[in-house]
C-alpha cells in the first residue's frame, strides 16, 4: 500500500514558549492523518464504533524526533502500513518539512472492543484493504 499523505500547517497553539512544536503535538498531527487515511478509505471512525463496536488504541509509539518544527510552517504527515496482524496495525508515519524529514515513529494501534476494551480482530472490510 503506498503511503498516504496529509499536509498540515502548523499554529500558535502547537508551539512552545521558544517557538518550536511542542513534542506531544506531533503525535496529534499523526492521529490526524491516521484518521484521515481511515476516512479516505470509507472509514469513519464513529461508524465503526457505532455499527461494529470497535475503537482502536495507540498501543506504542517509537517517536524519533530529527528537527524542529516552528509557527507557520507546512508540514506533510505520511501514513504507511507495516504490518497487518488479525487485532492490530502498525503504521510507519513521517512527518516532513520541505521535503525533509523531521520526524519519524512506527505506531502500534490495536483493535479494541468499545465496551470492554478487549482485543477484537479488524472489521473484516478493513483488514481486507490493509492487508493488499
Known amino acids: 500500500m503506498t ?6 500547517r502548523v499554529y500558535y497553539e502547537d508551539t512552545d514558549s521558544g517557538g518550536v512544536v511542542y513534542y506531544a503535538n506531533y503525535l496529534r498531527f499523526m492521529e490526524r492523518a491516521r484518521t484521515e487515511w481511515l476516512r479516505s478509505l470509507g472509514f469513519e471512525q464513529d461508524e465503526l464504533i ?14 524519533d524526533y530529527l528537527s524542529p518544527a516552528r509557527f507557520n510552517d507546512q508540514l506533510l504527515v505520511t501514513s504507511r502500513v507495516l ?4 487485532a492490530s496495525l502498525s503504521i510507519a508515519q513521517q512527518i516532513l518539512k520541505e521535503n525533509k524529514t ?5 505506531i502500534k494501534i490495536a483493535s479494541l472492543d ?14 481486507k484493504i490493509v492487508s493488499k
Not at 503511503?3 to 498540515?8: I, K, L, M, S
Not at 457505532?50 to 517517536?63: D, K, P
Not at 523531521?102 to 512506527?106: Q, R, T
Open 3 to 8: 503511503a498516504f499523505q496529509w499536509p498540515v
Open 102 to 106: 523531521i520526524c519519524d515513529a512506527v
Open 50 to 63: 457505532e455499527n461494529q463496536g470497535v475503537i482502536f488504541a495507540v498501543r506504542s509509539a517509537q517517536v
Open 83 to 86: 504490518k497487518v496482524g488479525k
Open 114 to 127: 468499545a465496551v470492554t476494551f478487549r482485543p477484537v480482530i479488524l472489521p473484516t472490510e478493513l483488514y
